[in-house]
């Protein structure tokens, strides 16, 4: 007898400034979407724990996609996407969780999203607040500069294998974390185009920048949650907490022995602080609409 997982996937088609992007998804559960978005150069597989894990499932719509030419969300075919350098910005990348998150007819979801989804996070909940009932950054802060350099001589030299970036996002791991996960998140690492993960870096590194109008973000209209691992050098608990504290009404986790990727790399241990913050995400809600 097969044993099968009750995740599905499929493709919906969106368009996003006048171009149509065929966008792969996975999904399980029912109650309050939870939608979630992977970290740079990476893709939807990081939530797979999530999507199994029935505690989580039996309350909440859980939604994880890849974001256009990373996993099995191929490159647009209107445009000549190989003679264009890839740039994640933050006006599209904001515009295109706004276009799946209407096209899919979610109800005020709940937003997740690990570093550049993280900082998203606080973008959704600073420029669309109406559009989220809650925002969670996980390893999330106001800015991480200084990219540029890293941009024009190393990510994109053509002597860098993509077993680099995998090596690099390896020490952004705990050394608590199990290494069957490490080395799980770290393999999607190495299959993704070689021109993406430097891409997204654009917008994690230079153009997410909350530094002076984070304290904009309403919690009154979206609840706003940051949570930090103790091992992670890129968006460190420091940067982290400081963007929380910067929100009034935010709600800030550090999460101990953890690194850069807690959902994928020690998905057993994210858990515990996770699901206290689902739970006050539903409290606040009955409170609201009592």
């Excluded at 941009?151 to 290494?179: I, V, Y």
Aim: hydrophobic letters at 35%; proline letters at 5%.
């Amino acid at each position: 007898m097969a044993r099968f997982s009750n995740i599905v996937g499929r493709y919906v088609y969106l368009d996003v400034e006048g171009i149509e992007y065929r966008v792969y998804f996975e999904e399980a559960g029912e109650g309050i979407p939870l939608v979630c978005q992977h970290t740079a150069g990476s893709d939807g597989r990081q939530y797979r724990h999530l999507l199994e894990d029935k505690d989580i499932t039996s309350r909440y719509r859980v939604i994880a996609l890849d974001l256009p030419l990373h996993g099995k969300s191929l490159p647009p075919v209107e445009n000549r996407y190989w003679e264009d350098e890839y740039k994640l910005t933050k006006d599209w990348f904001m515009k295109f969780w706004i276009s799946f998150v209407k096209e899919l007819d979610l109800f005020q979801p709940v937003f997740m999203g690990c570093s550049m989804g993280g900082h998203l996070a606080a973008d959704l909940a600073c420029h669309y607040p109406d559009e989220f009932r809650a925002c969670i950054g996980l390893e999330s802060s106001c800015h991480s500069g200084g990219f540029d350099k890293m941009f024009q001589k190393w990510w994109r030299h053509p002597r860098l294998s993509n077993d680099t970036k995998a090596a690099m996002m390896l020490s952004l791991c705990s050394p608590h974390s199990p290494e069957t996960n490490i080395r799980e998140t770290v393999w999607a690492y190495s299959q993704g185009a070689p021109p993406v993960f430097s891409g997204d870096l654009n917008y994690y590194g230079i153009e997410h920048d909350l530094r002076e109008t984070a304290g904009e973000i309403d919690t009154a209209k979206c609840m706003f949650y940051v949570l930090s691992g103790t091992y992670d050098w890129s968006a460190y608990p420091e940067a982290c907490q400081e963007l929380a504290n910067k929100v009034s009404g935010a709600q800030y986790t550090l999460m101990e022995g953890m690194g850069h990727f807690p959902m994928s790399e020690n998905p057993v241990e994210f858990k515990k602080y996770l699901m206290p913050v689902l739970a006050d995400i539903e409290q606040k809600d009955q409170v609201v609409a009592a």
